[in-house]
T-cell receptor, first 110, second 117 residues
Framework: GQNIDQPTEMTATEGAIVQINCTYQTSGFNGLFWYQQHAGEAPTFLSYNVLDGLEEKGRFSSFLSRSKGYSYLLLKELQMKDSASYLCAVRALTWGKLQFGAGTQVVVTP | DTEVTQTPKHLVMGMTNKKSLKCEQHMGHRAMYWYKQKAKKPPELMFVYSYEKLSINESVPSRFSPECPNSSLLNLHLHALQPEDSALYLC????????????????FGPGTRLLVL
């Protein structure tokens, strides 16, 4: 089975940086995804890590340590539109299976 | 273009009704997925189709019946649902390559919000 943990909610001010941590315990691992989901909308793909290290994509970066079962998503220069739920998802060895964490609600304040 | 479309956007049905949810993608993806998402919870995988064949059924009750008529379309037939089945139903698609990598990113449709009375 798989267990994926991330904080329930984080609050930060516009222009600041927020780091969302995700820890996982899985029977197999074949990649970790981060998705953004605004209320009532579909999840949208943000980033993918399968090897250890940092992947940078504009204002968003994602880090993975497979030995520690740990990832984080870093959001820089926060904007009001970044207020959303951020989902950490692990792909198991079984093809096609993506297991999601409960999501972290990020609230950006003026 | 990473668009997955779903119809209808909203659906209200009684427990004796039969209805269908539809999903379409024109990205040439060969894998398609149904997820169920309750409020403030993560998406839960229901079914996976690979090359129009059902490859994963996550022990979903038979009142949910998936169908993949062709590589672009995915349906979810609903019959005799219960109020606890009310949720957001998400469709997703991915390339369908066996050697999973970044190309196996799943792209989600906007979902159908279902209310069962």
């Amino acid at each position: 089975g798989q267990n994926i943990d991330q904080p329930t909610e984080m609050t930060a001010t516009e222009g600041a940086i927020v780091q969302i941590n995700c820890t996982y315990q899985t029977s197999g691992f074949n990649g970790l995804f981060w998705y953004q989901q605004h209320a009532g909308e579909a999840p949208t793909f943000l980033s993918y890590n399968v090897l250890d290290g940092l992947e940078e994509k504009g204002r968003f970066s994602s880090f993975l340590s497979r030995s520690k079962g740990y990832s984080y998503l870093l959001l820089k220069e926060l904007q009001m539109k970044d207020s959303a739920s951020y989902l950490c998802a692990v792909r198991a060895l079984t093809w096609g299976k993506l297991q999601f964490g409960a999501g972290t609600q990020v609230v950006v304040t003026p | 273009d990473t668009e997955v479309t779903q119809t209808p956007k909203h659906l209200v049905m009684g427990m004796t009704n039969k209805k269908s949810l539809k999903c379409e993608q024109h990205m040439g993806h060969r894998a398609m997925y149904w997820y169920k998402q309750k409020a403030k919870k993560p998406p839960e995988l229901m079914f996976v189709y690979s090359y129009e064949k059902l490859s994963i059924n996550e022990s979903v009750p038979s009142r949910f019946s998936p169908e993949c008529p062709n590589s672009s379309l995915l349906n979810l037939h609903l019959h005799a649902l219960q109020p606890e089945d009310s949720a957001l139903y998400l469709c997703a698609s991915s390339q369908g390559r066996l050697l999973a990598g970044i190309h196996e990113t799943q792209y989600f449709g906007p979902g159908t919000r279902l209310l069962v009375l």
